[in-house]
């Protein structure tokens, strides 16, 4: 399959590298000065690159870059020919920029009817709000995901990074996906339209929020590190707690929340008035855990825990994460050396899902234009050169 990329963002940026990974070959349609994505960092040694930027080097591996001007005729008409032989176009740019950059989603799919076209914008191409601007932030608080992160009694705290984006990213990879499966079964002629809403993918992630406000006839509330405001009876824990060196997510087991007395060595855990209103007296079983964890180092308190099915885990900054000192993630060959395009190597996150009878595709992240030349027929790159894009 054949993917033609136009993003500015990392949701399109992220749909386009599942695509990759799974083996379709991905070509992003870049302005001279590069896509947004490759002026975001982190940076090595904060030193601003186009071409190492983490965001750049992560979201577009494996893919190929063409470097057109589309405010130009010559830049429109390169486009169209790459869309001849394309199966899937993905667009997430900046709606505003769209005539001016000769974008028209309707007057591709009529030129280009074996194209399905995946569009990704903040509040989708049809409804009241299709027009309106939105940010990582503005569509959190849309989405209602914001209201649910942070204390009670303090202001909405947001998840870090472009969470909502990259979820945008994953749903509309499973929509083309859906879609080309649906054309292999039916009319192989006729592409689909794959319309993606920023707004609606944050919403879809926060569905137990309205399944809560649905049957509790009330909306969750923020309930700092425990679970969003479930009521008394519910199980309880479910939390951050500090531990000896470090913090550990404490959670009862389900079935059999009596099992945390034994685990803590602490009889009152196991008392019927309490497991009756487990979530309604939090504080207390908070104070009952935490002789044992702030003496226990938080390996050994989730090593413990885990031996008795009582599902604890330590709180990992990102280093330790990469430091894999259980050897994990290197069993399941995740983190990937990779070379850096200015010097040395990187580690790299690897698959991000596993096949059984198909591997992962990876590679490294294009440098700007490098496949102008190398995807163009001699009679394109004459017209290209004309153009002042090869």
Same mark, same amino acid.
């Given at each position: 399959? /054949?993917?033609?990329?136009?993003?500015?963002?990392?949701?399109?940026?992220?749909?386009? *590298?599942?695509?990759?990974?799974?083996?379709? !070959? $991905?070509?992003?349609?870049?302005?001279?000065?590069?896509?947004?994505? =490759?002026?975001?960092?982190?940076?090595?040694?904060?030193?601003?690159?186009?071409?190492?930027?983490?965001?750049?080097?992560?979201?577009?591996?494996?893919?190929?870059?063409?470097?057109?001007?589309?405010?130009?005729?010559?830049? =429109?008409?390169?486009?169209?020919?790459?869309?001849?032989?394309?199966?899937?176009?993905?667009?997430?740019?900046? =709606?505003?920029?769209?005539?001016?950059?000769?974008?028209?989603?309707?007057?591709?799919?009529?030129?280009?009817?074996?194209?399905?076209?995946?569009?990704?914008?903040?509040?989708?191409?049809?409804?009241?709000?299709?027009?309106?601007?939105?940010?990582?932030?503005?569509?959190?608080?849309?989405?209602?995901?914001?209201?649910?992160?942070?204390?009670?009694?303090?202001?909405?705290?947001?998840?870090?990074?472009?969470?909502?984006?990259?979820?945008?990213?994953?749903?509309?990879?499973?929509? $083309? @996906?859906? !879609?080309?499966?649906?054309?292999?079964?039916?009319?192989?002629?006729?592409?689909?339209?794959?319309?993606?809403?920023?707004?609606?993918?944050?919403?879809?992630?926060?569905?137990?929020?309205?399944?809560?406000?649905?049957?509790?006839?009330?909306?969750?509330?923020?309930?700092?590190?425990?679970?969003?405001?479930?009521?008394?009876?519910?199980?309880?824990?479910?939390?951050?707690?500090?531990?000896?060196?470090?913090? @550990?997510?404490?959670?009862?087991?389900?079935?059999?929340?009596?099992?945390?007395?034994?685990?803590?060595?602490?009889? *009152?855990?196991?008392?019927? $008035?309490?497991?009756?209103?487990?979530?309604?007296?939090?504080?207390?079983?908070?104070?009952?855990?935490?002789?044992?964890?702030?003496?226990?180092?938080? /390996?050994?308190?989730?090593?413990?825990?885990?031996?008795?099915?009582?599902?604890?885990?330590?709180?990992?900054?990102?280093?330790?994460?990469?430091?894999?000192?259980?050897?994990?993630?290197?069993?399941?060959?995740?983190?990937?050396?990779?070379?850096?395009?200015?010097?040395? $190597?990187?580690?790299?996150?690897?698959?991000? @899902?596993?096949?059984?009878?198909?591997?992962?595709?990876?590679?490294?992240?294009?440098?700007?234009?490098?496949?102008?030349? *190398?995807?163009?027929?001699?009679?394109?790159?004459?017209?290209?050169?004309?153009?002042? @894009?090869?």
């Amino acid at each position: 399959m /054949r993917v033609i990329e136009l993003s500015d963002t990392p949701a399109g940026a992220y749909c386009g *590298r599942l695509l990759a990974g799974m083996g379709a !070959a $991905v070509t992003m349609i870049e302005p001279p000065e590069g896509s947004g994505l =490759r002026r975001k960092g982190p940076f090595r040694l904060d030193t601003p690159d186009i071409e190492g930027g983490a965001s750049h080097l992560h979201l577009n591996r494996r893919k190929r870059s063409l470097r057109l001007d589309l405010r130009t005729g010559a830049g =429109r008409r390169l486009l169209e020919s790459q869309l001849a032989s394309a199966d899937v176009l993905v667009i997430d740019t900046d =709606r505003r920029q769209w005539s001016e950059l000769g974008i028209d989603p309707g007057a591709f799919r009529r030129r280009h009817r074996q194209l399905h076209l995946c569009t990704i914008t903040p509040y989708g191409l049809e409804g009241p709000k299709s027009e309106w601007l939105g940010s990582e932030l503005t569509l959190y608080a849309a989405g209602g995901y914001l209201g649910i992160g942070g204390e009670p009694d303090r202001e909405p705290v947001k998840a870090w990074g472009e969470q909502g984006h990259l979820q945008a990213g994953l749903h509309a990879a499973l929509g $083309v @996906v859906a !879609a080309l499966q649906d054309g292999a079964d039916g009319d192989q002629c006729a592409g689909q339209s794959v319309d993606t809403a920023v707004c609606d993918a944050l919403a879809f992630l926060l569905g137990g929020g309205y399944q809560h406000a649905w049957f509790f006839d009330h909306d969750p509330v923020r309930n700092g590190a425990r679970l969003v405001g479930f009521g008394p009876g519910h199980l309880y824990p479910s939390t951050i707690r500090p531990c000896a060196d470090g913090w @550990v997510h404490a959670h009862c087991n389900n079935r059999y929340p009596e099992a945390m007395a034994v685990l803590f060595d602490e009889p *009152r855990l196991a008392e019927p $008035v309490l497991l009756a209103e487990l979530m309604g007296r939090a504080d207390d079983v908070d104070e009952l855990m935490a002789p044992t964890l702030t003496q226990t180092p938080r /390996r050994e308190m989730v090593q413990r825990a885990q031996e008795m099915r009582i599902p604890f885990t330590e709180v990992l900054a990102p280093s330790e994460v990469m430091s894999d000192i259980d050897g994990h993630h290197a069993s399941r060959e995740f983190w990937q050396s990779t070379p850096h395009p200015g010097d040395g $190597v990187y580690l790299a996150p690897g698959p991000a @899902v596993r096949f059984g009878k198909t591997g992962w595709a990876d590679g490294s992240a294009p440098r700007l234009g490098q496949d102008n030349e *190398r995807l163009g027929s001699r009679a394109e790159l004459a017209r290209w050169r004309r153009a002042g @894009v090869a």
